[in-house]
């Protein structure tokens, strides 16, 4: 069996339904477990409708759900056009699941207050939405769909927004629904990013997280492959919306795709790789407007060439240079660094460090930021360097691409820090953010298009 995620924009609308259908129609003899995102922006709208309602604006949740009823219930007026009863049996469908999200908003306009419990439940509706609507075309079509709720299967912990599976026990209700619930049916179809904790309340894997639903999904069923559907020719050697000549990588590492989603490629989710490396599952990246194309594999090292296979950027970061010249040993220095950003929940994009000094790269939008550079503050010299972004140049055995620091510095003026990953997975280099458009293409076209 194979499992294939669609992401929003391969099933915003009608006619991109019809093409994942089509998709899916040649894949059957395969036995597809068919993922789907919610409808492109939607996931957008229920975050908006919970934090309107957190604000208590009333009429703003009001309009946003009846433009969320409007959306879905036309796009199933289309799918389903010819088959009148299905099509009734899908709108009270989408009804109830809509008017219980007007209660729950309902209620939380009333207190005005939204844990990240309420606030899990409220955007998971999106692919719960979506998924209706997609299970019924499947059938309109002729191909017997068996609509599953992920939020039985894929079982977390209490993080709701940023859910972590427990992924022995999800392997388990997969197999058991799996066992018990498909049999008979052409084709399996459930929902990405949507899950529960172990007491049943609903969770989320995290925005962008249904490539990683899909993974789950494909090593709890030892499944073939995992095709990830988008709206790109496969993975590119930098991301296509911020260049034009950029190239196709026909296939890659599980390491090298886990380093350019960590050095900030957005086009698979960071926690994707994981499980499918896990149990050794080819990962296709493939274009849901373009099925034609062989778009990307990624897989285990040895099948992947040496060499740079894309480049990545991180647009908003800091720079900080924590210095102490009294420090004695480096121990003790890294220690007192260390401490304040991990009790503050800091993520560290990257770090280096001499006797005396530290050198961090961090995401700009870090909540614990500030309270860890005060914390700093009492006993070093701190310097934040911001508006910056990082660079990455990732691929396997990256070291020795001869010239290219020289260009880097004469596209960006200035490199803050330069950086080889210790696994030789990627070439860093924090820059400007103001020259990162003018580096970015610099340094593509010297690799890429000499
Ligand atoms: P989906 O809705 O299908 O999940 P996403 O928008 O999450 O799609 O991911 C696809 C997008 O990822 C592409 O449209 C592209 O702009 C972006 N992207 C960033 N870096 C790359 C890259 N190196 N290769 C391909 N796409 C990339
Ligand atoms: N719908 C969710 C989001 O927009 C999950 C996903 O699409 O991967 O983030
Ligand atoms: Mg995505």
């Not at 998709?23 to 934090?51: G, Q």
């Not at 490539?211 to 020719?233: C, H, N, P, Q």
């Not at 007192?336 to 503050?344: Q, T």
Request: glycine share 6%.
């Amino acid at each position: 069996m194979i499992v294939m995620k669609f992401g929003g924009t391969s099933v915003q609308d009608e006619e991109a339904i019809g093409r994942v259908i089509s998709i899916v129609k040649n894949r059957l003899p395969e036995k597809p477990l068919v993922v789907v995102s919610a409808l492109s922006k939607v996931t957008k709208l229920l975050c908006s409708i919970a934090e309107a309602a957190e604000a208590q604006q009333e009429d703003v949740v009001k309009e946003s759900l009846a433009s969320l009823r409007q959306r879905h219930f036309d796009l199933a007026k289309a799918l389903l056009k010819d088959s009148p009863l299905l099509l009734e049996k899908c709108l009270g469908d989408l009804e109830s699941r809509i008017a219980g999200l007007e209660t729950f908003a309902g209620g939380v306009c009333q207190i005005g207050e939204l844990s990240p419990r309420s606030e899990a439940r409220i955007i998971s509706t999106g692919e719960l939405l979506s998924s209706t609507i997609i299970a019924y075309a499947f059938n309109a079509q002729g191909i017997s769909c068996q609509w599953l709720d992920a939020r039985r299967m894929i079982t977390t912990d209490n993080n709701y927004l940023n859910a972590r599976p427990d992924l022995v026990v999800t392997e388990a209700n997969v197999k058991r629904v799996f066992g018990m619930e498909t049999k008979g049916f052409d084709l399996v179809l459930t929902q990405g990013f949507v899950a529960s904790a172990s007491d049943g309340s609903t969770t989320v894997l995290g925005f962008e997280g249904s490539d990683y639903s899909a993974a789950i999904f494909g090593m709890a069923l030892g499944a073939k492959r995992v095709e990830i559907w988008t709206d790109v020719d496969g993975i590119r050697s930098t991301d296509p919306r911020a260049l034009d000549s950029t190239r196709r990588i026909e296939c890659l590492s599980y390491e090298e795709a886990a380093e350019m989603a960590a050095m900030g490629a957005r086009v698979l989710h960071p926690l994707t790789i994981e499980p499918a490396r896990n149990r050794n599952i080819p990962i296709m990246v493939l274009n849901s407007k373009n099925p034609a194309c062989a778009g990307s594999t990624v897989l285990r090292g040895e099948e992947s060439p040496d060499g740079p296979k894309s480049v990545a950027c991180r647009e908003n970061v800091v720079f900080i240079k924590v210095h102490s010249p009294k420090m004695e040993g480096i121990t003790g220095m890294l220690a007192r660094v260390f401490a304040p950003l991990y009790s503050n929940l800091v993520p560290v994009t990257l770090a280096k460090a001499t006797e005396s000094s530290v050198y961090l790269v961090i995401p700009e939008d870090t909540d614990g930021l500030e309270a860890a550079l005060a914390a700093m503050e009492k006993w070093a010299e701190v310097t934040v360097y911001r508006d910056k972004s990082m660079i990455s140049v990732v691929g396997r055995n990256i070291v020795g691409l001869e010239g290219l620091g020289d260009r880097i510095i004469e596209a960006s003026g200035k490199v803050y820090i330069a950086n080889v990953s210790a696994d030789m997975l990627s070439e860093n280099f924090v820059i400007d953010r103001d020259r990162l458009a003018v580096t970015l293409s610099t340094i593509h076209d010297y690799i890429f298009n000499r």
